[in-house]
Antibody
């Protein structure tokens, strides 16, 4: 059974760095075809893919956020960490950690709501 | 790749059949997924490869299309189908979602 859970601060201040951790079970990030994605959703709005980290440590970032994002995996801890620097109120939203298999986002964490305050 | 969904909102009755539309700004082949999201919940993986139903969803959900135009059809609507439905292309990074169609039953 695949499960994922996001953790991190619920409130961050403008210009600070947001660090979120995804802790997962039921799969290994070193298995061919597996990736972990970070996807966010501003309140009442649509979903946006932020980053992907693949089983071979290849990484993809949203072009609009590339300079502010970092994703890293720790296969020994079954964790993936997302870092977003210089946050702004527009970064407010629910952040989801998602298991992806050959690009199919088939298992989602419950999400964590992050509010950026000025 | 910009994904455009229509309509934004759809009000229907139980037992109806509905078709939701999703259009891509360029061809995504059949690399198209649909998700169902209920209030306060994470999206659920519903359809992939444009027409393959994911585990856990009944046969009244079906998808079709290829290239730029896709549809999600729900036959014999039930009250628990009330949700927002999103399409997503995974043909080209960054993978992009449509704005969603809210289905009110």
């Amino acid at each position: 059974q695949i499960t994922l859970k996001e953790s991190g601060p619920t409130l961050v201040k403008v210009t600070q760095t947001l660090t979120l951790t995804c802790t997962f079970s039921g799969f290994s990030l070193s298995t061919s075809g597996v990736a972990v994605a970070w996807i966010r959703q501003p309140p009442g709005k649509a979903l946006e893919c932020l980053a992907l980290i693949y089983w071979n440590d290849d990484k993809r970032y949203s072009p609009s956020l590339k300079t502010r994002l970092t994703v890293a995996g720790d296969t020994s801890k079954n964790q993936v960490v997302l870092t977003l620097t210089n946050v702004d109120p527009v970064d407010t939203g629910t952040y989801y950690c998602v298991h992806s298999f050959w690009s199919l986002h088939n298992h989602w964490g419950p999400g964590t709501l992050v509010t950026v305050s000025s | 790749v910009v994904m455009t969904q229509s309509p934004a909102t759809l009000s229907v009755s139980p037992g109806d059949r509905v078709t939701l539309s999703c259009r891509a700004s360029q061809s995504v082949d059949i690399n198209l997924a649909w998700y169902q999201q209920k209030p306060g919940q994470a999206p659920k993986f519903l359809i992939y490869s444009a027409s393959t139903r994911a585990t856990g969803f009944p046969a009244r959900f079906s998808g079709s299309g290829s290239g730029r135009a896709f549809t999600l059809t729900i036959s014999s609507l039930q009250s628990e189908d009330s949700a927002v439905y999103y399409c997503q292309q995974y043909h080209k990074w960054p993978y992009t979602f449509g704005q969603g169609t809210k289905l009110e039953i």
